[in-house]
């Protein structure tokens, strides 16, 4: 079975531009959380989606947003990129809302230049 | 406030056993995890610990203290593919749904 997938892999962007990144939970989980992983830190929570709905949101600014779509995917968009939100973007997906383990896709890695 | 602290680093021989411990201050609890994460890859899932106690999974096992918010993550036999970063995450009842609050790893180095 396939894990969590997420693309694009690398991108590279300059400030104030915007980004969207993707993500495809486990077949059968259907909610997705999005985090932020800067070099030498742990993962910020930044989204959780479930059913479509968001269930929790991290301390990130508003040009950070997120949807989640009818087959469970995922998208989280970026607004007015700055110099700081160079970074690892993971999402993980679980079954349900509760008390399941998250599993981690690969990671988008972007560079704002 | 919401603070875990891990030590920043360690290191150990192979065969050897280490213990990576994690203390954490938190809002609510709703269980902690282990996570390991090799450089320049996702995060993958060690253990779950919700009740006190030791849960053990072949060379990792993983202890866990609610009164004293405290866990520790044991590796025994050490392989140099253990050299990575081990993330203690909390999910913290007070978040919605099930946001893992984490700590900023511990990178352990295994050396021959």
């Known amino acids: ?113 | 406030g919401q603070n875990i602290d891990q030590p920043t680093e360690m290191t150990a021989t192979e065969g050897a056993i280490v213990q990576i411990n994690c203390t954490y201050q938190t809002s609510g609890f709703n269980g902690l995890f282990w996570y390991q994460q090799h450089a320049g890859e996702a995060p993958t899932f060690l253990s779950y610990n919700v009740l006190d106690g030791l849960e053990e999974k072949g060379r990792f096992s993983s202890f866990l203290s609610r009164s004293k918010g405290y866990s520790y993550l044991l590796l025994k036999e050490l392989q140099m593919k253990d050299s990575a970063s081990y993330l203690c995450a909390v999910r913290d009842e007070d978040q919605a749904g099930t946001a893992l609050i984490f700590g900023k790893g511990t990178t352990l180095s295994v050396s021959s």
Do not use: M
């Not at chain 1, 300059?14 to 800067?38: A, D, E």
């Not at chain 1, 993962?43 to 959780?48: A, H, K, R, T």
């Not at chain 1, 968001?54 to 949807?67: K, T, V």
């Not at chain 1, 993980?92 to 896709?105: D, I, K, M, R, V």
């Open chain 1, 1 to 113: 079975d396939a894990g969590v997938t997420q693309s694009p892999t690398h991108l590279i962007k300059t400030r104030g531009q915007h980004v969207t990144l993707r993500c495809s939970p486990i077949s059968g989980h259907k909610s997705v959380s999005w985090y932020q992983q800067v070099l030498g830190q742990g993962p910020q929570f930044i989204f959780q989606y479930y059913e479509k709905e968001e269930r929790g949101r991290g301390n990130f600014p508003d040009r950070f947003s997120a949807r989640q779509f009818p087959n469970y995917s995922s998208e989280l968009n970026v607004n007015a990129l700055l110099l700081g939100d160079s970074a690892l973007y993971l999402c993980a997906s679980s079954l349900h809302s509760g008390s399941e383990t998250q599993y981690f896709g690969p990671g988008t890695r972007l560079l704002v230049l």
